[in-house]
DNA sequence: TTAATAACGTGACTTAAATCACTACCCTGA
DNA sequence: TCAGGGTAGTGATTTAAGTCACGTTATTAA
């Protein structure tokens, strides 16, 4: 129950619009509570992509195995956040990603098809599509700016700037992960800016 | 005039749906074309990005200058994709990026209050744009994990075959900024490909 | 509570790519 | 038509970051 409070809020933050009583009871419909113990997968490399989630409570990273058996972090997630490949969720193919709990994690979650209902019935829920839409255009073109124009201690330093949660909270191997750099280079960076 | 052709046939085979006359008028009505010679800015760092472009004829390369004067090429753009700095444009911030002509350039181009209008009354203009979100999202994500997790010649390989025509039409040293690549080590992938 | 495992720090060495320097070949416009 | 800026190729050298190896400190789970 009270799981759905978070991403009533969610949405009616984001959106700036209010969600009807009918609303909240089509959203309860269609979005499922799952629980992910740490460790556990949300998704699997090769599966398809057939939920996306909301985070309400918990953390998760979405990563890549090479065949050198690197591993490359490309999102890292917590409350408030949405879980998804999102290739292969809109086009349903098999996913080239991992999605796994890095803390004990709890999702709500919800099929293309149920979020294509939410988009048509629900104009806050609309609303919010589009204004996630936007800030996820912007976040990547940032992202992509940082990782092809800056150094390693820049990126470091832009990380702990916008995002000094994720410093915070998680690893540092999943930090330099994130990054892009090896876990003892992001050790010496540290290192030198303590200074 | 004919201009317009183009972008009324992008809309319909994006969207997959048809546009009204009234539709047609509304669009030439918002959509100002827009020549620039090749060289010419579209946008300039500083400025706010107050218009989106369709591009109908030409390129044009998205790219910040770091405070050594190097040059990081963002985006390439050619017929049939649109030229902002989203961020700036949604926001009316002062963009980073500089948007110039790769080639003459010819635009149809309009400012975000209008879009708002399209979105609001022309059914297929906000498919063509929840398309247009969710293929940059994943395009986004691909590019990301390129940079993140690929060589320089595996990154050149994957520009190869996802975006030959890049190859085709561009300079060498504007694919060598796109790829985070100085222009010799670009020359010295290309010379032991062709072995 | 203590093994076991994961996370972190640090030195030595390697490597991919950048930088610097120079040459050659274009286009293109006065 | 030829001078000069833009573009590309290539060798020599440098450098940022990765890799390897090993020790230490936290966490976790039985």
Not at 68 to 80: C, D, F, V
Not at 82 to 91: K, R
Not at 103 to 111: D, K, R
Request: charged share 25%; hydrophobic share 40%; with cysteine.
């Amino acid at each position: 129950m009270s799981n759905f409070e978070a991403l009533f809020e969610y949405i009616q933050e984001i959106s700036g619009k209010l969600l009807s009583e009918s609303d909240k009871q089509l959203l309860m419909l269609h979005f499922k509570p799952r629980k992910l113990r740490k460790r556990q997968f949300f998704l699997q490399e090769g599966d398809v992509c057939k939920y996306i989630g909301f985070i309400v409570k918990g953390s998760a990273r979405t990563f890549t195995v090479d065949e050198k058996g690197h591993e490359n972090t490309l999102k890292l997630a917590m409350e408030n956040w949405w879980l998804a490949d999102f290739e292969s969720f809109y086009l349903l193919t098999p996913t080239r990603f991992n999605i796994e709990a890095l803390e004990n994690l709890e999702v709500l979650q919800s099929t293309n098809a149920q979020i294509e209902e939410h988009l048509k019935h629900i104009p806050a829920f609309a609303t919010m599509a589009n204004v996630i839409n936007q800030n996820y255009t912007i976040a990547n073109q940032k992202r992509m700016q940082a990782a092809m124009s800056y150094t390693a201690e820049e990126r470091y330093e832009d990380l702990m700037r916008n995002y000094p949660q994720f410093v915070k909270r998680f690893p540092q191997n999943m930090i330099a992960s994130y990054l892009g750099l090896s876990r003892e280079t992001l050790s010496r960076i540290r290192k030198n800016s303590f200074k």
